[in-house]
């Protein structure tokens, strides 16, 4: 896949700076973030915000398709747009049909993803390269699933000590 790295963080410049970096983003862009195992995704909506399929991106219990702001999204990992030149769906179009799923809550690690949601809204039919590499290529499957057992007892630690110190 063909992606372009962006820099997400203000560091060495100035606020004007980083959040015009946003606007330069195209309308309907693939977003792509790199987590341990695994890659997260989303559609850049305008005004540095950002519709996805939550999924576990942010906890062990699965989200919701949700807007979001660019920075949480990306949740300080490296950020990239993905080419898609054969996209059926572009600009104010993918925008409208992301949109269209905000609020829904049927995630399925392997057959609805964020990269299936993503893909439908870019190219009209859910799919995700990452489960096909992960089916025809088995190493690579459980060293993701390892990552995400792992992002998950973190997330579950981090979870229970926080509120452990609310108690």
Request: charged share 20%; hydrophobic share 35%.
């Given at each position: 896949?063909?992606?372009?790295?962006?820099?997400?963080?203000?560091?060495?410049?100035?606020?004007?700076?980083?959040?015009?970096?946003?606007?330069?983003?195209?309308?309907?862009?693939?977003?792509?973030?790199?987590?341990?195992?695994?890659?997260?995704?989303?559609?850049?909506?305008?005004?540095?915000?950002?519709?996805?399929?939550?999924?576990?991106?942010?906890s062990a219990h699965r989200?919701?398709?949700?807007?979001?702001?660019?920075?949480?999204?990306?949740?300080?990992?490296?950020?990239?747009?993905?080419?898609?030149?054969?996209?059926?769906?572009?600009?104010?179009?993918?925008?409208?049909?992301?949109?269209?799923?905000?609020?829904?809550?049927?995630?399925?690690?392997?057959?609805?993803?964020?990269?299936?949601?993503?893909?439908?809204?870019l190219l009209g039919e859910?799919?995700?390269?990452?489960?096909?590499?992960?089916?025809?290529h088995p190493r690579a499957?459980?060293?993701?699933?390892?990552?995400?057992?792992?992002?998950?007892?973190?997330?579950?630690?981090?979870?229970?000590?926080?509120?452990?110190?609310?108690?």
């Amino acid at each position: 896949m063909n992606t372009n790295p962006l820099q997400t963080n203000s560091e060495g410049r100035d606020s004007h700076e980083a959040a015009t970096s946003t606007i330069d983003l195209p309308i309907g862009a693939h977003l792509v973030t790199q987590r341990p195992g695994y890659e997260h995704h989303g559609i850049y909506v305008g005004n540095g915000r950002v519709v996805h399929y939550a999924g576990f991106a942010g906890s062990a219990h699965r989200g919701p398709v949700e807007e979001v702001e660019l920075s949480r999204f990306a949740a300080g990992h490296p950020l990239s747009v993905r080419s898609t030149p054969c996209a059926r769906y572009v600009g104010e179009e993918a925008v409208r049909r992301a949109r269209s799923r905000l609020g829904e809550n049927h995630y399925r690690l392997l057959t609805n993803n964020c990269e299936h949601f993503c893909a439908w809204c870019l190219l009209g039919e859910s799919r995700s390269e990452q489960v096909h590499c992960c089916l025809r290529h088995p190493r690579a499957g459980v060293l993701a699933l390892v990552c995400l057992v792992k992002a998950f007892v973190e997330s579950s630690t981090k979870g229970a000590h926080g509120a452990a110190q609310l108690a």
